[in-house]
């Protein structure tokens, strides 16, 4: 069984350019969820998605964007990046009972994509 | 709101002595809590959860934490250290109930073994 998965492994871009990350999450599981753990920091959470649609969003600027497809695979789009967006970018994917509810539900982590703005 | 305190940035143990990390959470709601562990280079992994059942929560690799809520803590301990068990662990904190499901890290806690 295949866990979360997430492309590419690392990444180098320069400030102002664009990037897209890119997540496979657990089978069985349809909820998406991003972080953002700069060095010697704890994750910080960026958004989920559920259902297609962002249905929870943390302290992030509009730079920050996402999607998720039928499949629930998942993307994280930066725009305009700044040399404070590098940092180890983590996926989450997890299973929301019937209705949405979290009562239950646990996240588990891919191995994370480490962005590098120069 | 919530958040969770790891009150040790850094701990030191010798193989086969005992390992505590502390951990003090705050929330509004009753929480669910949650230890993962981060080895170099890798994602994270669970090591166990609480969600309102038993108190005493074992996890994998011989790992267990308290939740005490009189003393909002959720402390993890192993018996005995090993060389493997080297790594940054985090406690972290959600909501037990509703539609959020965001989870809210602690600031780490860096194990290292020594023999």
């Known amino acids: 069984d295949a866990g979360v998965t997430q492309s590419p492994t690392h990444l180098i871009k320069t400030r102002g350019q664009q990037v897209t990350l890119r997540c496979s999450p657990k089978?069985?599981?349809?909820?998406v969820s991003w972080y953002q753990q700069a060095l010697g920091q704890g994750p910080q959470f960026i958004f989920q998605?559920?259902?297609?649609?962002?249905?929870q969003r943390g302290n992030f600027p509009d730079r920050f964007s996402g999607h998720q497809f039928p499949n629930y695979s998942s993307e994280l789009n930066v725009n305009a990046l700044l040399l404070g967006d590098s940092a180890l970018y983590l996926c989450?994917?997890?299973?929301?009972?019937?209705?949405?509810?979290?009562?239950?539900?646990?996240?588990?982590f891919g191995p994370g994509t480490r962005l590098t703005v120069l | 709101a919530q958040s969770v305190t790891q009150l040790d940035s850094h701990v030191s143990v010798s193989e086969g002595t005992p390992v505590l990390l502390r951990c003090n959470y705050s929330s509004s709601y009753s929480p669910s809590l949650f230890w993962y562990v981060q080895h170099p280079n890798k994602g994270l992994q669970l090591l166990l959860k609480y969600t309102s059942a038993a108190t005493l929560v074992k996890g994998i690799n011989g790992f267990e934490a308290e939740f005490k809520k009189s003393e909002t803590s959720f402390h993890l301990t192993k018996p005995s250290a090993h060389m493997s068990d080297a790594a940054e662990y985090f406690c972290?904190?959600?909501?037990?109930?509703?539609?959020?499901?965001?989870?809210?890290f602690g600031t780490g806690t860096r194990l290292q073994v020594t023999l």
């Open positions: 089978s069985g599981h349809d909820t």
């Open positions: 972290v904190v959600r909501p037990y109930t509703g539609t959020a499901s965001k989870l809210t």
């Open positions: 998605y559920y259902e297609e649609e962002e249905r």
């Open positions: 989450a994917s997890s299973f929301l009972a019937s209705g949405g509810s979290s009562s239950t539900d646990t996240q588990y």
